[in-house]
């Protein structure tokens, strides 16, 4: 028989899921089969996802750290990268907004649409500000099992704990030897990310069905929602990603990365689609790094990216916030001067480092973003329900976006002159 590459089968799912959703809504299919059912049939899938995402990444570090030369200079590559990526980002949502003022389609109609719209209200993560100091306090874990306990895993504090550990290993070997207990340890955290790498493997398989199932239960449910007054708003928003992702993105790892993009598409697909159907770039770590190594970018690369860099790389979030306030504010009357727009910017950014990849981040965030322009704290109340109605779209893209950005940085961290050297120390520890 015939095998469909994985990208294909996705597509499928993706075709399908969202055939089912519009033509059944949240009726019945067959036998008594609602969209509502597959969608919580995919929601088993991208559970054993999720579950495999916080260790794969503590082991995946570990590993890395101890086996590979992680150089100090590839470090600052990779915040350099990431500063570039958002820094565009922002040029663009900028650009987009200043030139074309969607935002004014709702003056003096945001009380009606508030009226005629709205969902559910969510809170920011308890402890969440735009102080960096306060953040950063919070990344530094209290005991060593706190992070991996927390519904959504503290990342940060994991990538954190893992690279000391790492590095630790990594001199205790060179100065006991390879016979030593700690080089046993060592063996272990490799066996356990070889473990949870073969457990993704059979994952995988599922993955296209998940998609299917989740996408018609979404689109049935809430399909009808992204149309009328809050269209203005959803196309906004979608162009900004989208110009982010399908051009300057797909330019960079062709130009650059020397990653055509029918590779960077094709091979990065079950990551993307499977990210969008999560709308959680974190829980997408796995099958980022399973598609970057299909990909043919190092380990190194790879881990550095998806791994330590993961919350470096929210460009969706960031994008999104940014462009998000300034909308709202031009509904609102607000003529934002270029600093003030720079404090949004830069509001976005602690944002996006300041939360970890977990479902509806970008919105859940937008207050703090919004309160940083001085928008009056009930018209963010009031408004933060009406853009939950039409999130379940925008914030799938976002996590598109994010998952993107993970494998573009390690495209391009890839092309480091540093990286033949570390890849054969890699080859010499083992």
């Known amino acids: 028989m015939l095998r469909l590459p994985l990208y294909a089968r996705v597509l499928i799912g993706v075709a399908l899921g969202t055939f089912c959703g519009l033509a059944f809504g949240e009726g019945t299919i067959l036998f008594g089969l609602t969209n509502k059912h597959l969608g919580d049939a995919g929601l088993l899938v991208i559970r054993l996802l999720r579950a495999m995402a ?79 100091m306060k953040n950063l306090s919070g990344y530094v874990p209290a005991n060593l099992v706190d992070p991996f306990q927390k519904d959504n895993g503290n990342v940060i504090s994991v990538v954190f704990l893992a690279i000391m550990i790492g590095v630790s290993m990594r001199r205790l070997i060179a100065r006991q030897g390879r016979d030593s207990s700690v080089a046993r340890l060592a063996d272990l955290a490799e066996g356990g990310f070889d473990t949870l790498v073969t457990i993704l493997g059979m994952i995988v398989e599922a993955i296209p069905f998940a998609v299917f199932g989740v996408l018609a239960q979404v689109i049935g449910r809430d399909g009808t929602k992204v149309f009328g007054e809050l269209s203005v708003y959803v196309v906004a928003m979608v162009s900004g990603l989208s110009l982010h992702a399908l051009g300057y993105y797909t330019l960079a790892a062709w130009l650059i990365g020397r990653r055509a993009p029918r590779v960077y598409f094709g091979e990065g697909a079950p990551a993307i689609f499977a990210g969008m159907s999560m709308n959680s770039s974190l829980a997408t770590v796995p099958l980022t790094l399973e598609s970057l190594k299909r990909m043919k970018i190092s380990d190194a690369s790879a881990r550095l990216s998806a791994c330590v860099g993961t919350n470096l790389n929210n460009d969706g979030i960031v994008l999104y916030d940014a462009m998000a306030a300034l909308f709202l504010s031009q509904a609102l009357g607000y003529d934002l001067t270029f600093s003030q727009q720079a404090v949004v910017a830069l509001a976005s950014l602690m944002a996006g480092i300041g939360i970890s990849g977990v479902p509806d981040a970008g919105l859940i965030v937008l207050p703090l973003v919004l309160s940083t322009v001085g928008l009056p704290e009930a018209v963010i109340v009031g408004v933060i329900p009406v853009l939950f109605s039409v999130d379940w779209l925008i914030g799938r893209v976002r996590s598109g976006v994010n998952v993107m950005s993970d494998m573009l940085v390690a495209i391009l961290l890839d092309r480091s002159p540093a990286e033949p050297s570390a890849s054969g120390g890699a080859e010499r520890a083992a």
């Open 54 to 132: 916080v260790p794969l990444i503590f082991f995946a570090v570990v590993d890395a750290f101890v086996r590979t030369e992680i150089s100090g200079k590839q470090g600052l590559k990779l915040v350099a990268i990431c500063a570039f990526n958002v820094s565009v980002a922002f040029l663009i949502g900028m650009t987009l907004i200043n030139t074309f003022r969607p935002g004014e389609a709702w003056k003096d109609r945001l009380a009606d649409i508030e009226a005629t719209a709205g969902g559910p209200a969510r809170k920011a993560p308890e402890g969440l500000s735009l102080d960096p």
